[in-house]
């Protein structure tokens, strides 16, 4: 994980580091410092967010024109000032911020231990930047020819930054396995972990891509070219992210914000896409592999976390609308257990940020195997978007809190646009119930405004529950991983221990944790086995559980039996989970609040999960 900016140019470079590094706080805030070069090199980092760093280098002196910045998400050495980047090299001449994991770091360090290099921390980066420096002088090279040499040593993963004493007009970046964008400004560069520290500055970006070393100079166009030194030409983009999207726009928090911006999000991710006249559905990105998917003799879908959730609803939505049988597999378990993947299978990775270490590998090794792999990626742009063969953005727009919301909602809306177009293709579904379903997916944006008008009752309840020690969340069908998704954004969020369960499931084993302290979440809305879903509530009943149900409008039975109603519009039954979820949303937010957490930046997480 880790967010790293860096800037080259005229203007002073720590209020541009210090703004970056707030939008790159989601990837991680164990620690945060930057590197200021300004006749030499002055690194100022501590333990803590970037409030921390700016406090404590209030009084320093942080003039200079070139400059790198970190934001820490600890994997090597505990998140202390020491392991906060950025690192200097053995003769502090050179400083490096880095983002990922040198996996052969403990070799390489003995090895320049025995060469007389001494550590000042536990992290691998410090590792690599005394392997640059050794490099440099044993080799006699360049010092972008140092950090490609050194490169080829390296096994794992890296984007890293190297600016140093002696060449006030140069950055050096490098990729492996993590992101890294490139921004071209009027006389200034910057390099970043993805473009929001760059947007305000200048819509030209490069995506560089693994193994590729850009060498920034002032007054000189930019010089990629790769470990094995050949060069490149870069590819410029523009980027269509905008400014606004990247604040708070007067809600106290990011995430409410993205629960908020659902209308608009959903709307997005279906804008163009939906031809009601012709009961058609176009996902343009695919076109050339709507074929190979709809033959596909079976669907597999990777995923983490929040993703593998949507992922599904994906699986429910497929089965049944186009009838091809579909797996849904954590991506880190799928990675490693051996998978049968033959040239017949399409699989497909659901990641809001693109960039999950294990998702981006999951794939990899789907695509080794001859599998054709289709993105559902929010992050334009990004790792996986890149390396599949077609797929379909979710144009959520940024989303910064790091417990997901919008992307969610956003992936399972393009699931059902899959889904539908998949069954028109295999002739699996009715026109009229294809009518229907389009003309209901239309009309959600309304919808959800409709449920987000729930936020004040939701609130009145989490007021109630914000000192539950456990939660039970239960749904079936289409609302069971809405049941999972609830669990996981209360436990994110405000460190109350939740489980989601498949209601008929409850009798067999949770069933025993309830008594009249537990409250327990019960997706109760019309159809989805309705009738079997109350009779589970009237289990809690008998046993004194809480149960806040979140049902159809109009509804009586399930909500004669709770303690809390909280009413949804009605939709279709396939389309209820971007309904049901948003209450369920709203209420992890509320408690996390009301227990003091921070909730856009909850402990121990971090948006883009990036190593393993
Ligand atoms: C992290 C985030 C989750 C997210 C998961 C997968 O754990 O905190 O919110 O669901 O990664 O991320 P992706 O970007 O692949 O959807």
Redesign the pocket.
Known sequence: MCGIVAYLGKKEAYPILIKGLRRLEYRGYDSAGVCLLNHGLKVYKCKGKVDDLEHFAASMDKSGSVGIGHTRWATHGEPNDANAHPHYSGNEELAIIHNGIIENYDTLREELRMRGHVFKSDTDTEVLIHLIEDVKKNEDLTLVDAVRVALTQVVGAYAIVIIAKDHPDLLIGAKKGSPMVVGIGDGEFFLASDATPIVEHTKNVVYLEDEEIVELRLGEKVRIRNIKNEYKTPYIQELEMHLEELEKGGFPHFMLKEIFEQPRSIADSMRGRIHLESGKVTLGGIIDYEQKMANAKRIIIV???????AGLVGEYLIEDLARIPVEVEY?SEFRYRNPIITEEDVVI????????AD?LAALELAKSKGATIIGV???VGSS?SRITDAGSYTHAGPEIG???TK??TA?VTVLTLMALHLAQKRGTIAHSRLQRLLTSLQQIPELVEETLKTDALVQHIAEQYKDARNFLYLGRGYNFPVALEGA?KLK?ISYIHAEGYPAAEMKHGPIALIDAEMPVVVVATKKGNYEKVVSNIQEVKARKGKIIVVVTKGDTVASGLADHVIEVPNTEEELMPLLASIPLQLLSYHIAVMRGCNVDQPRN?????TVE
């Open positions: 995923a983490c976390g929040t993703s593998w959730h991506a990775a659901i990641s809001q940020s693109g960039e999950t998702t990626c929010n992050v996986i790091v417990a997901s992307a969610f992936q996981l994110e997480l971090a948006k883009s999960v």
